[in-house]
């Protein structure tokens, strides 16, 4: 974590040289303003890829895969899916490919979605706990 101009040297640097091995993504800390992420991972350990090979593991279709997401690394994850779902404080750059927008992550709102999809009453026991915890 660090301002953006120190991380986007390390970023050219790091790109240039592992090129085809490496994805790298900044992202601003939302609770911090003006403060970056910067993430590094083996260009196969990405949401996309782990998808892609459960889809295949299991014989399922990426048009019946509903994602969600609120950050730029999510961007590949939404190429995959047909239901692409971001919540409403999300990066411009992703909700510019979401065909849904969702209240905020702060509001339980995927919780919430996937429970009313389920048909689940949204003081179902089972979850109650779980969506009053914080």
């Avoid at 660090?2 to 800390?29: A, P, R, S, W």
């Avoid at 609120?70 to 190429?79: E, G, L, S, T, Y």
């Amino acid at each position: 974590m660090d301002k953006l101009d120190n991380l986007l040297e390390l970023t050219n640097l790091l790109q240039e040289k592992y090129t085809k091995q490496i994805e790298v993504h900044i992202m601003e800390n939302q609770y911090s303003p003006g403060w970056y992420w910067l993430t590094v991972h083996d260009y196969k350990a990405t949401k996309a890829q782990a998808i892609s090979i459960l889809l295949k593991q299991y014989g399922l279709r990426s048009k019946d895969l509903t994602v969600f997401g609120d950050n730029v690394n999510d961007i590949k994850m939404f190429r995959l899916a047909r239901h692409k779902i971001a919540v409403s404080n999300a990066k411009p750059e992703l909700k510019k490919y979401a065909t849904l927008i969702i209240g905020t992550n702060e509001e339980d709102s995927v919780v919430k979605y996937i429970m009313g999809k389920c048909e689940l009453p949204a003081k179902s026991k089972d979850l109650t706990g779980f969506l009053n915890h914080r």
